[in-house]
Each structure stands twice: as C-alpha cells, then as structure tokens.
C-alpha cells in the first residue's frame, strides 16, 4: 500500500495564493505541441500541486517504483559507456550491431526480414570492417538472437550474455541499431538500452528507402557527398506562446552565442534564423541546401488518434507563420516529410528537432494518465500504433539521398529540458544547457552521433536516481518539500529520456582537420535504387575526389588550402615542396610502399559454415565455436594461386557455397588491386616530379 506523506510546505487551498515558484513553473509546464485541429495546446494545464502527489506516490503502484528505484541503482553505478581503456568513437573497439526482432524461420516476416539486410547490405559491409579492425566485434542479432516481444531489457541482455554495468564490447557491442518499429522493438525498451549504449533506429515502408538510406551513409562517410561545415539554428516565436518564446530566448539563442564562440575549435560557421526569420517557405530553402548540423526548436504538431492526417504530419514542424495559441492551424504554417524538396541531397546532414512528436509517437498517453492519476487502462490512446515521424523517416529514405541521423524527441517536449527552477531560490529559473553545449560540441568535433548524446543519457539517470532517491526519503521520514521541486523533478524526469537518434547511432560528421579523400567505399553489394537501370551487383569504384574549394561557410584545414594534388593527408603546403621535402616525402612512401606491398603480397580468403551462430555471434573464436572451414583460396602477386573447392557430402561441389566464395574472393582482388594502384598511382605522380 502505497504512502501519501503530508506537506508542511503545502500553501493554501486557496488558487489565487500560489508560491513564486509555482507560477514560473506554471510556465515550463505548458508543454510543446499544438492539436492540428484546433489550434490549442495539447496538453491542459497541470496543476503542480497535483503533479506533486502524484510524484510522491499518489498514483504510483509498488512496481513502478520498485522499477524508478531500480533505474536508481543503475543510474548511480560508474559510468554509463564502455568499459575502461576503450575508445567508444572507435569501432574497432566499441563495436557495432545491428538488433531485429525475433522471427519464425520460414515465415513471411523472415522472407521480409531477409530483404531488408539485403537491403542494408552496403551499410552492414561497412560497419562489418570497421568493427571487426580490431577483433570480432560485428553482430547481426537476428533468428533467435533478435528481439523477442514482452522481453525485459535485462531479459534481452541476458540471452545474449550480458548483464548491467558499462559496456563489454566483446558480449555486446556498444553501437546498437534496430531495425524495427517501434511496435516491434517498443520505445521503452530503446530508452532503456540507451542508459549505457549508444542505440538508434530506422524503420522505412519500402526497400528501397533501406537501400537508399544505406548507400547514403557510406557515401557520406566515404567522402563522397561533403557538406558545407555549416551549422543553421531555426527558432520559432510564435505570437502570445510562451513555450516557443521561451525555447527562442532560452534555448536556441544561447546555443547560437555559445557556438559562434567556438567556430576556431570546430571550423563550423554558425547561421541561424529566429522568430519572423522561421518561416515555412526558409526551411524549405534550408533544406534545398542543408547544412552538416541543422537544430530546429518550435511546436510539433499532434492529430487526434486515427486522423487521417497523423500518420503523415504527426510531428510536423510548426513554423512562424502560425498566429499563435487558439489561432487556427494551415497547412501552409508547417512543414511535414512530404514537403522535403524531391531534388534535396540530403547526405551527410544531422538534424535535431526541439518538438513535440518530432521523432515518434507512442500507443498511449502515459504521461497524461499519471499527471492525472488515471488508472492505466484509462490512458488515452494517442495513434493506433505506435510510429517514427515521417519528417525524419522521409529525412533518412530520401531518394535524393538520405541524411545521417536525426536527433528527435518521441512524445511531447517540455522546457524543463533547458530550464531549471531553484526551489530553494523563490522561484528563480536558469538556463540548462550543458546537455545541448555538450551533444553539440562533440557532433561538430566528429564524434559519432551516439556517444555524442551520451550527455542526455547521463542526465536522464542522474535524474531518475535523484528522484528515487527524494521519493524514498519523504515517503520513509515524511520530509518536507516543495510541490513544485517535486513537480519539476518528476516532469524532468519523464522528459529527459524520451529523446532519441533515428538513424545509425554510429554516424558522424568528419573530424575539422579530416581529409575526406582517405576514407574509401566497400564495393556496394546492391544496386542503388536511385539510380534507375543499375546492375543488382556492381564492381565500380569510387574516384579518389581531388582537392576542391571551400562552400560557403566551409573552413578548410591548413594544410589543406594551398594542395594543388588531391589531398591524402600526407603532404604539406608550398613551402614544403622543396627538393629537401621532396625527398623525404619520397623516402616514406618509398616505406609505406614497402609496407603496402608486404601486406598485400598473400591475399587469403575463408569462408566457414556453422550449426551454431549463437557461439560466433557471443563472440567466441570460429575454430572455438565448431564453424567448418568450407572454401579457401590463397593468392599471391606473382600469380600462384591455391583452391579449396567445398563438396558436399555425395562428393559434388557445393555450388551455392563456392559462387558465394569466389563472390567474395572477387571482391578481395579488386580492393587490394585498387589499392595498389591507388598508392602506385600517388608515388609516381609524386616522385617523378
């Protein structure tokens, strides 16, 4: 039987004789989110004093805060990334994983399933090398590896041989993409593997879109679609809206300050518009040329449950051109998926999206029916099931091609998340943005987009723990407290965890000094949807791209602005180019020829079969697991070859085996043939000078 403790601190019953502290909460309790409909705030006004008991235990049932004191423990354990020693940018040694749900062999979800990794197979392949440079750090978790509806996220980890704590890479990687919806993979279970690893998610209607999305990650990461270093802040102040005024003032300006002081670090230029500048027709623009970092803070807009218009404009950006609170709604007045210019290139761009409903929608209302203290099976439904936004679905599966990631917040958003009220300091408020400074500064630095939003993480345990653990100390020893500390607390609490990357968690914008010519492409294993009439499997190669001019507000590294060649990151400028730096520049590639052609000098390929993925995907040894060395070649330069042709039992050749096996030794020759070429290629332009 759950507790009500009394409030000595309790003001009157009388509404008119509310604290300081209460009417500048009053204010970041207006949520984010206007109804399509009417016009109107989503939310009605909550009552603090209310929030509060539900807050103390009013409406909350021994097993949800059994639950909250569990997120407590956790939230106080050491660190909330990959264990020491471990370079969580690095997937060589954090590693990479792709989630799905659990589905019956031979069912039509896995036929659907197996197209869909089809699909995504550039992607995979590239994610493959890089977390398998350092070791077998690579996961598929599919079969009976995937996710399986009803399972706990202690349940799941389990199965696949972890436990709480900081990440071991070698059970389980740190990087988790599902691929899922989230009715397969519910969002709860998201927020929760989110505490300690770096998790995102994409779902799309149609192969292609996993296609496109796919090859458009590579792309970017590969140097073949560059962005202008251009970070845009877009903030709406609608008229008479004190949510939108406040996210202007006290979110998006400050940022906009905070990085146009620190351009030298990042080499980004900072752009913003605000107010009467965020109009519908200016995010149009801005996405007919996006920049690397594009940050939008307004309302998102919410339909009514089954309308006919949620699925496609649920989340919607509000822009300025709407009125203000109890002013209709126009379709002109946002900006919803289907207005993403169909000629946009969208690759290489990040997005992060201030708004209610902007990443997702969940089932039920869960927010409301505690604020309220409704029973759960009086929660209302807010879509028929649960969906990501169409604007960052559309965003990633864009057929122009795709953006990384997007930043976005899935249920309503609230100013307490860069807010926060003294209650000790009557009524006081001060900013809150060393989460945004944070997740911001590590994007722009290049870190992978994941462990960048490590600081919302942290945030959201830190506050679960600290609620735990205030709960626990007024309902054992009736402490007194503030209604509204308690309120904003709480609200804090349920908002913190609800922001999300839709995408790879694994993306990221390039370093500011990182030449983008050294990063190479896998050979695509499907052909490009957007390009009509491709071949289903390809051999082309990408053009090492030569050195070009800055874009408009690009900053290019020293070393990189007076290189006449292409830049590979191993020449200096002019003045270098003497005969005494020619010469030392000759005796290293002299060396790094060396090396290459040692390296490259046997090229050996394997192919295994196994009865037991589960082994090899817990991360044991293949000759450990009982995987069968099935095929084998092993070339040298000199043209000596050595074949090792699979048989079945009967004596024939297996020939699905061996197509798939001389598929992939094709490939080997021709990395290493491209390799070669490339580095001969730069030796004699260079030293032959």
């Not at 079969?143 to 041989?161: H, I, P």
Request: with cysteine; hydrophobic share 40%.
């Amino acid at each position: 039987m759950t507790k009500t403790p009394t409030n000595p601190k309790q003001p009157p019953a009388d509404p008119t004789a509310r604290t300081a502290s209460d009417l500048a909460l009053a204010q970041l309790l207006v949520g984010n989110g206007i109804d399509a409909t009417t016009g109107e705030y989503l939310l009605p006004a909550i009552d603090v004093h209310q929030l509060a008991r539900v807050a103390t235990g009013g409406s909350l049932t021994g097993p949800e805060l059994a639950d909250l004191q569990n997120k407590s423990r956790l939230g106080r354990q050491a660190g909330f990334r990959v264990v020491e020693g471990v370079d969580a940018n690095d997937l060589a040694q954090a590693g990479w994983a792709a989630v799905f749900p659990a589905v019956a062999d031979g069912s039509e979800a896995a036929a659907r399933q197996a197209a869909v990794r089809d699909a995504l197979a550039p992607l995979l392949t590239h994610r493959r090398a890089q977390a398998s440079a350092g070791g077998d750090l690579y996961h598929e978790y599919t079969g009976e590896l995937g996710y399986r509806a009803g399972e706990t996220k202690q349940q799941y980890l389990a199965r696949l041989g972890a436990g709480p704590g900081p990440v071991r890479p070698q059970k389980v990687p740190y990087y988790l993409l599902l691929v899922a919806t989230p009715e397969e993979i519910p969002y709860h279970i998201q927020y929760q593997l989110d505490v300690h690893y770096a998790v995102g998610r994409i779902a799309f209607d149609t192969l292609d879109e996993y296609a496109g999305y796919a090859h458009s990650v590579v792309e970017a990461e590969t140097g073949q679609a560059a962005r202008a270093r251009r970070a845009t802040f877009f903030g709406v102040a609608n008229p008479r809206d004190s949510a939108t005024l406040l996210s202007a003032d006290h979110l998006v300006l400050p940022l906009v300050e905070y990085l146009g002081g620190r351009t030298a670090q990042h080499g980004f230029t900072v752009d913003s518009y605000l107010g009467e500048a965020a109009t519908r027709g200016r995010l149009v623009e801005l996405f007919g040329d996006p920049p690397a970092l594009l940050f939008t803070a307004g309302h998102g807009m919410g339909f009514p449950c089954g309308d006919p218009g949620q699925r496609e404009r649920q989340g919607a950006l509000l822009c300025q051109d709407w009125g203000g609170p109890g002013t209709p709604v126009a379709r002109e007045h946002y900006f919803a998926g289907e207005d993403l210019p169909a000629s946009a290139d969208l690759r290489g761009m990040i997005g992060v999206f201030f708004a209610c409903y902007g990443g997702g929608t969940p089932t039920r209302d869960d927010f409301m029916r505690r604020a309220l203290g409704e029973a759960k099976a009086q929660a209302k439904e807010l879509a028929p099931a649960s969906l990501i936004a169409r604007l960052p679905q559309r965003m990633l599966g864009h057929p122009g091609g795709g953006a990384l990631a997007v930043v976005a917040h899935v249920d309503r958003a609230w100013g307490s998340a860069f807010l926060w009220i003294d209650a000790q300091g009557k009524g006081k408020t001060a900013k809150h943005l060393d989460v945004f400074e944070s997740m911001l500064d590590g994007v722009l630095a290049g870190k992978r987009l994941g462990y960048a939003m490590e600081a919302f993480n942290l945030r959201y345990a830190e506050l679960a723990a600290d609620l735990s653990e205030r709960l626990d100390q007024i309902q054992r020893y009736d402490e007194p407290y503030e209604d509204s500390e308690l309120a904003h607390m709480w609200i804090c609490n349920n908002d913190a965890r609800n922001y999300a990357v839709i995408g790879d968690p694994a993306v990221r914008l390039p370093a500011p000094a990182e030449p983008a010519a050294v990063r190479r492409d896998p050979a695509p294993l499907r052909a490009d949807p957007r390009q009509p009439g491709a071949p289903e499997m390809t051999d082309a190669r990408p053009e090492v791209p030569a050195a070009r001019a800055a874009g408009p507000g690009e900053a290019i590294p020293p070393k990189e602005k007076e290189i006449e060649a292409p830049a590979y990151g191993w020449f200096g400028d002019k003045e270098d180019q003497q005969s005494g730096a020619l010469t030392r520049l000759g005796n290293r590639l002299g060396e790094m020829l060396s090396e290459v052609l040692g390296n490259a000098a046997v090229l050996e390929v394997k192919t295994y079969t196994s009865e037991d993925l589960q082994a090899i995907a817990g991360g044991e040894a293949l000759h450990a697991s009982g995987a069968r060395l099935r095929a084998y070649t092993r070339c040298k330069l000199d043209g000596d070859t050595e074949v090792c042709v699979p048989v079945t039992a009967g004596g024939a050749v297996d020939q699905a085996l061996w197509t798939l096996h001389v598929e992939m030794v094709k490939q080997a020759q021709d990395h290493r043939a491209e390799l070669l070429k490339t580095v001969l290629s730069l030796f004699s332009s260079r030293v032959g000078k």
